[in-house]
């Protein structure tokens, strides 16, 4: 018999059927009713076993968390809750389950005691919709850009740069960590290491996805990033996928519209393509704001914030503005800000992007323009020689979506920008050779793949939309 999935099997509804389905058991009610999960969508399918057809000690074998494969026909339901059940004929436990020891039980988790049983987590009806909500996602990344004539970049995840030149880096080597050979001066010698050279995990695609945009027009990479900064927060992750498009002859304008763009398919795609999933955790959500004191709570609701930012342009605003607005506003005056504003030129703080789109703009907001010494060396120089042509897309509950800039093609101001920042110009020859044989206007930028994912998802912690985070002190699973 040819293998049904439940999700197949609810969308066609085909009363009469005969079929054969195999998966996880979520409860066995009353020694009769089994709601079967196979992980295809986020309902079980209730299966109902007449109980003279069975020996008692079988049956003792159907616990929460077995997995069984069984044969009936589709019915017409006769309880409430569903329209269809499977009337048992064949019953077989593919695998026992220890009921007394199994983890997951049939009542709400907390999502910290979850994170510890991360192996086991994924059949919980929360994390296989946040799962199978991250696949629509990365799916409608690369959708997205086939449409738009993009061409699938895949950049090397071992490199001996560091493209953000914030030297968050895990190294990579074999060289033995007991006895690690040294030069004259003390210093590692890597020559004898197995690439000959300093090597470390990629902070980000962008420099090699420049040499491919310069060639094959319009580029984006889609992959693991690392980054060794002791962050823990529920925005960072050591491991995380970052979407690196990267375009020839698009300048700042083009390049905040393609983010705006891509952002919005994305959330259209989740609310057209998941919506069992989407429906379930905005219920899930609504339970949790319940439980927040009133001047906690969300306004909206899951669904109804995703539809509001498909719906609506992102604001742009440039750092300038935007440093204006802060300096002028009530938690700065009132000194409510961990960090307070009082000049142009500081780094802007999560507090102050979240200020920004949550009460000033109440909408996603690209800010653009911001001074050079806060950003990294390849951004273009603007003619006033102080900003540069930066822009940072930040969504509301997670801060800094996105980031990304028009690129310095000019070789002698990129050169330049290197040394003061202290890259030796040598190190990056390859990239800089971009600058000298056919340059040209090109942008790009990097989006985090699991702060999308937990936008719209509305899960609060970024540890909780990767099947495994890896973070500070935790490389478990
Ligand atoms: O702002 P970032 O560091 O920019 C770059 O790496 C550029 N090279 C991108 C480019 O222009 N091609 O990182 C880009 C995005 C951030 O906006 C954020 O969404 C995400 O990557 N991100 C992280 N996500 C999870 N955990 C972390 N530790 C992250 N660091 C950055
Ligand atoms: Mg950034």
């Not at 600058?435 to 509305?458: A, D, N, P």
Request: overall charge negative.
């Amino acid at each position: 018999m040819p293998k049904t999935s439940i999700s197949q099997i609810l969308n066609s509804q085909q009363v009469g059927e005969i079929v054969s389905l195999e998966g996880w058991v979520r409860t066995f009610r009353s020694k009769r009713f089994i709601a079967l999960n196979d992980g295809s969508c986020q309902s079980s399918i209730q299966c109902v076993v007449e109980y003279a057809d069975f020996e008692e000690e079988f049956l003792k074998r159907i616990t929460t968390g077995s997995c069984i494969s069984l044969t009936g026909n589709i019915v017409a339901s006769k309880g409430q809750g569903q329209s269809i059940e499977v009337e048992v004929k064949e019953l077989n436990v593919l695998g026992d389950c220890s009921s007394d020891l199994y983890p997951i039980q049939p009542k709400r988790h907390s999502l910290e005691f979850l994170r510890e049983k991360a192996h086991l987590r994924l059949r919980t009806n929360t994390f296989s919709a946040v799962m199978r909500i991250r696949h629509t996602t990365s799916f409608a990344v690369h959708e997205f850009f086939n449409e738009k004539g993009f061409f699938n970049l895949h950049t090397p995840i071992i490199t001996s740069s560091d493209a953000e030149g914030a030297g968050e880096l895990f190294k990579v080597t074999t060289l033995p960590l007991e006895n690690v050979p040294k030069d004259d001066s003390g210093d590692v010698n890597f020559d004898s290491d197995f690439f000959g050279k300093s090597t470390n995990l990629t902070v980000s695609g962008q420099l090699e996805g420049e040499l491919g945009a310069l060639a094959l027009g319009k580029v984006y990479t889609f992959g693991p990033t690392f980054r060794a900064e002791n962050s823990n927060t529920t925005r960072h992750l050591s491991e995380f996928w970052m979407i690196e498009p990267e375009m020839a002859f698009h300048d700042l304008n083009d390049n905040m519209d393609l983010a705006q763009d891509l952002c919005k398919f994305i959330i259209d795609q989740v609310l057209k393509k998941s919506k069992e999933d989407l429906n379930f955790l905005d219920d899930r959500l609504a339970q949790e704001e319940k439980n927040k004191p009133k001047e906690q709570r969300n306004s909206m609701g899951l669904i109804e914030k995703l539809k509001f930012v498909s719906h609506n342009n992102f604001i742009r605003c440039s750092y300038s503005e935007a440093i204006e607005i802060l300096m002028k506003s009530k938690p700065n005056k009132k000194g409510k800000f961990k960090f307070p504003i009082s000049k142009w030129g500081v780094d802007l703080q999560s507090e102050h992007e979240r200020f920004l789109v949550e009460k000033h703009f109440k909408s996603p907001v690209i800010l653009f323009d911001y001074p050079a010494n806060i950003k990294a060396f390849y951004m273009r120089l603007n003619d006033d020689g102080k900003t540069v042509r930066a822009m940072d897309v930040l969504f509301p509950g997670i801060g800094e979506i996105a980031g990304g800039s028009q690129r310095e093609e000019r070789y002698d101001i990129l050169v330049e920008k290197m040394k003061a920042v202290g890259i030796n110009p040598d190190h990056l020859d390859w990239y800089l050779d971009t600058r000298k044989f056919g340059s040209c206007i090109h942008s790009g930028f990097g989006l985090g793949f699991e702060r999308m994912v937990q936008f719209v998802t509305g899960m609060s912690n970024i540890r909780d939309v990767i099947p495994f985070p890896r973070t500070p002190g935790n490389a478990d699973f």
